[in-house]
Nanobody
Framework: VQLQASGGGLVRAGGSLRLSCAASGRTFSSYATGWFRQAPGKDREFVARIRWSSGSTSYADSVKGRFTISRDNAKNTVFLQMNNLKPEDTAQYYC???????????WGQGTQVTVSS
């Protein structure tokens, strides 16, 4: 499985961005796709995930109500809609995939999100 993340950029606080994560190769309905982020000098942290089979989602408390994860099964693509962005959302964002609830086995390259105040 290969994952390709895109959609990052520079935006002002309060603005929006939509990240995409396109999966290619063999994919499994039992898998989940998640978004993680890492800011300079900080540990990587979980942002959101979606289960391919059911579409169930979960979010980090810091992004609940502002970010929405969704999927397009036909295109094997997962989206992260980020609204009301804050400077503390600035980070390199990574998408990952793996068997739901077990592990994150596949990682895409990061896409940079920078939010100016």
């Amino acid at each position: 499985v290969q994952l390709q993340a895109s959609g990052g950029g520079l935006v002002r606080a309060g603005g929006s961005l939509r990240l995409s994560c396109a999966a290619s190769g063999r994919t499994f309905s039992s898998y989940a796709t998640g978004w993680f982020r890492q800011a300079p000098g900080k540990d990587r942290e979980f942002v959101a995930r979606i289960r391919w089979s059911s579409g169930s989602t979960s979010y980090a408390d810091s992004v609940k109500g502002r970010f929405t994860i969704s999927r397009d099964n036909a295109k094997n693509t997962v989206f992260l809609q980020m609204n009301n962005l804050k400077p503390e959302d600035t980070a390199q964002y990574y998408c990952a995939g793996g068997p739901y609830g077990i592990s994150w086995d596949y990682w895409g390259q990061g896409t940079q999100v920078t939010v100016s105040s």
